[in-house]
């Protein structure tokens, strides 16, 4: 997310980041987007009986702020299909594989335990299916010898901060 607020700031970015949304009020993305001048929400799920029912206001929202295109970055909660097919070509994800493989969660662990020698990660749209949306962009690196999940996930997230920005702006048709 902070990548994202980062390269909005360039004159030429093609993109403006108008609102942060989270559905945990103890994420610490709030208080980093505020701080950057950005609006922040939190929508708890957990306040509605429903998927559905949160959904309805997380576009409410969207719509009330005059939300054009979603960017979800850390928001770890599977959209419904009315949700989905609402944004459709306006809202994508980044993922920490090399989409198709290993979509879904424990993706570092899951890389290792396969003995895979590269991994990266993966923007791409959001469709029904999890992590199944058509790929945008991918970043890659080589595995180190033993190397932990964690200090995989470290370099993953890396490539995440340079790679987001770049896919955001040819999602929106400027690459």
């Known amino acids: 997310m902070l990548a994202l607020i980062e390269a909005a700031k360039a004159p030429n970015y093609p993109a403006e980041i108008q609102l942060v949304i989270s559905n945990r009020p103890k994420a610490g993305g709030l208080k980093l987007a505020k701080d950057h001048g950005v609006k922040a929400l939190s929508i708890d799920h957990n306040a509605f009986a429903t998927r559905a029912a949160f959904e309805v ?12 295109f979603i960017v979800c970055a850390g928001f770890m909660r599977v959209l419904g299909a ?13 993922h920490p594989s090399l989409l198709p493989k290993y979509k879904g969660l424990n993706t570092h662990q899951r890389a290792l335990d396969a003995g895979d020698t590269h991994h990266g990660c993966t923007v791409h749209w959001v469709s ?9 962009a991918q970043s890659d690196l080589i595995i180190k010898s033993n190397e932990t999940p ?7 997230q890396q490539l995440e901060h340079s790679l987001y920005p770049r896919a955001l702006r040819q999602a929106l048709g400027f690459d």
């Open 150 to 156: 964690d200090d995989l996930s470290k370099r993953v």
């Open 57 to 68: 206001e997380l576009d409410r929202t969207l719509q009330e702020n005059e939300i054009e």
């Open 128 to 136: 029904e299916g999890v992590d199944e949306g058509d790929i945008i």
């Open 82 to 94: 009315a949700f989905v097919c609402k944004w459709t070509g306006r809202l994508i994800n980044i």
